[in-house]
């Protein structure tokens, strides 16, 4: 039973535009939401979190979105560009557990 | 700053061949966890510890054993590998509610 997806495999945006990425949870006792980043051949990095009792976190360029009451979140870039272009993941977590729990990734090519 | 290290950074085993695929970190981190990811599935928890003398089972943990040999160091070990192990795996740790950093994988092909 996946308890964080993400439906989209893969999304094109063009330079400039803007960039959603969506995930769904389905554990309500998650707390804390996080986004990364993957190039290939090296490990996630880090890009943005959000606590539950925010519904906004921004960064720059990146802002991710919390809707508790959907168990969805989402990540916006604006303005996307070719450097985006990589597999970002969410992952979730309870202060509980101490673990992270990640879902499936979405491809994100900008494209020039 | 080396941050998450893993070793090593490839294997090829046989079925049915054992090893130990080493983490480090040197961020003071009291959890640390193992993760594989396979195309499709995304990152899937293997085993963490969330402190130093605990471990846990994650989402995917047979046929694996972890050992946390001290704060700093966290291994996994395959007794028997399998073809169905073949994978990218990743070490990671953290600190309670900061993100978790990641090592930079160790690619293992079972033949």
């Known amino acids: 039973d996946q308890q964080v997806k993400q439906n989209s495999p893969s999304l094109s945006v063009q330079e400039g535009r803007i960039s959603i990425l969506n995930c769904d949870y389905t554990n309500s006792m998650f707390d804390y939401f996080l986004w990364y980043k993957k190039y290939p051949a090296e490990g996630p990095t880090f890009l943005i979190s959000?606590?539950?009792?925010?519904d906004k976190n921004e960064d720059g360029r990146f802002t991710v979105f919390l809707n508790k009451s959907a168990k969805h979140l989402s990540l916006h870039i604006v303005p996307s560009q070719p450097g985006d272009s990589a597999v970002y993941f969410c992952?979730?977590?309870?202060?509980?557990?101490?673990?992270?729990?990640f879902g499936t990734g979405t491809r994100l090519k900008v494209l020039a | 700053n080396a941050g998450v290290t893993q070793t090593p950074k490839f294997q090829v085993l046989k079925t049915g061949q054992s090893m130990t695929l080493q983490c480090a970190q040197d961020m003071n981190h009291n959890s640390m966890y193992w993760y594989r990811q396979d195309p499709g599935m995304g990152l899937r928890l293997i085993y963490y510890s969330a402190s130093e003398g605990t471990t846990d089972k994650g989402e995917v943990p047979n046929g694996y054993n972890v050992s946390r040999l001290n704060k700093r160091e966290f291994s996994l070990r395959l007794e028997s590998a399998a073809p169905s192990q073949t994978s990218v795996y990743f070490c990671?740790?953290?600190?309670?509610?900061?993100?978790?950093?990641f090592g930079q994988g160790t690619r293992l092909t079972v033949v």
């Open positions: 990671a740790s953290s600190a309670p509610t900061i993100e978790a950093f």
């Open positions: 992952a979730a977590s309870d202060a509980g557990t101490y673990k992270y729990i």
């Open positions: 959000i606590s539950s009792i925010k």
